[in-house]
């Protein structure tokens, strides 16, 4: 039998194991952790804080403004204890940088944006925040400043409601025909709510930043065509990640802090 020996639980951020003062209020949020690094090249001063369980966060400034980007991996319930450690520690806004498949991609195709203002929770983690009653909607400032910074680079996209599922082989892309039927019904699910793209992400973001008081925005490159089974060749992801840095960096900036004190009028 070893010597067992014990030590308090940690505080706040335990995955993560940094402090209040080592994060930026403002925060972009990404699942793929190469995407990390794409922003970290955008960043003066850039820097890594962590990188603990695969949760690689770094920091720096953009035009001036502190920022911090940290990746999650995949799925809703890590993507939840990052946005919980990340707040405790001083984060009061955050902006999903991903991906997203189109539902509808006669609306929403290849190689465009959308800017998610709600999200249908078909997810399992928010339940364990709220009821499904509760919504899950991003903050109206972050989805204005988003739009704004879009509009001004005359990047396509389409501000509307994403679903979030956690079954990406059964709710998203079959990888096969026995299920290809089971997941066309999922699909004119989403769609007969007006649902026009699918993550596995975002739903929950949104209502676990309202619980917290956290600002909470989402911008999705749309790279994965669900009915039509199609993705973006590596070339054309490549240069829609890089629209996707840049606009996300330029909203995040953009979005105001919520502990702030505003000036009087």
């Known amino acids: 039998m070893i010597s067992v020996k014990t030590r308090p639980a940690p505080a706040g951020a335990w995955y993560l194991g940094l402090k209040e003062g080592d994060v930026a209020p403002r925060c972009i949020l990404v699942g793929d952790r190469a995407r990390v690094d794409m ?27 502190p920022v911090t980007v940290a990746a999650f991996g995949m799925g809703a319930p890590i993507a939840a204890v990052l946005l919980e450690e990340l707040a405790v520690i001083g984060v009061r806004v955050v902006l999903r940088a991903g991906t997203a498949m189109s539902l509808a991609p006669d609306r929403l195709p290849l190689g465009t944006f959308i800017v998610a203002h709600a999200a249908l929770r078909a997810d399992g983690t928010s339940l364990t925040y709220a009821p499904l009653g509760y919504p899950a909607a991003a903050d109206p400032i972050a989805v204005n400043a988003v739009t704004d910074v879009l509009d001004k680079s005359r990047l396509p996209h389409t501000v509307g409601i994403l679903a979030t599922a956690d079954g990406f082989y059964t709710e998203m ?19 007969k709510v007006g649902v026009l793209a699918a993550d596995m992400e975002t739903a929950t973001l949104f209502v676990v930043a309202s619980l917290l008081g956290v600002r909470a925005g989402s911008l999705c490159l749309v790279s994965v065509d669900g009915p039509g089974r199609a993705l973006l060749d590596d070339e054309s992801r490549h240069a829609g990640e890089a629209q996707l840095v840049d606009a996300a960096l330029r909203s995040l900036i953009a979005i105001p802090d919520p502990s702030e004190r505003r000036p009087a009028a």
Do not use: M, N, Q
Request: charged fraction near 40%.
């Open 39 to 65: 922003f970290g090249e955008r960043l003066e001063g850039a820097r890594v804080l962590s990188d603990k369980r695969g949760l690689r966060t770094i920091g720096g400034t953009f035009d001036g403004v």
């Open 173 to 191: 892309l079959a990888p096969s025909d026995a299920r290809s039927d089971s997941v066309r019904r999922r699909h004119d699910e989403f769609r």
